[in-house]
């Protein structure tokens, strides 16, 4: 079984920056695929990048080219870095780690952009 903690969250002015960081503990983190969702009131969960446990990342197409996911295995953490925020990402961004059938959900963090 895997808990995750999400921080970094905040409120940031449009255009600005956050780094998001979810810490994992239980063992295997190494072989989890990790991700990135996020919702919005009134909105369903998205996913907003993914990294697997090779590396290989996906992302949204509404945060290419502004937000980076990657991963410390030895620290079991991921991380997202968001730049070039806007209003519109404004959202409980949760972490999540899947394995096989398996998926774990941390509690999420408030990212709030002012305009």
């Known amino acids: 079984q895997v808990q995750l903690v999400e921080s970094g969250g905040g409120l940031v002015q449009a255009g600005g920056s956050l780094r998001l960081s979810c810490a994992a503990s239980g063992s295997r983190f190494s072989a989890y695929t990790m991700g990135w969702y996020r919702q919005a009131p009134g909105k369903e969960r998205e996913l907003v990048a993914r990294?697997?446990?090779?590396?290989?990342?996906y992302y949204a197409d509404s945060v290419k080219g502004r937000f980076t996911i990657t991963r410390d295995n030895a620290k079991n953490t991921v991380y997202l870095q968001m730049s070039s925020l806007n209003p519109e990402d404004t959202a409980v961004y949760y972490c999540?780690?899947?394995?096989?059938?398996?998926?774990?959900w941390g509690q999420g963090t408030q990212v709030t952009v002012s305009s």
């Open positions: 999540g780690a899947q394995l096989l059938a398996n998926s774990y």
């Open positions: 990294i697997t446990n090779f590396g290989r990342t």
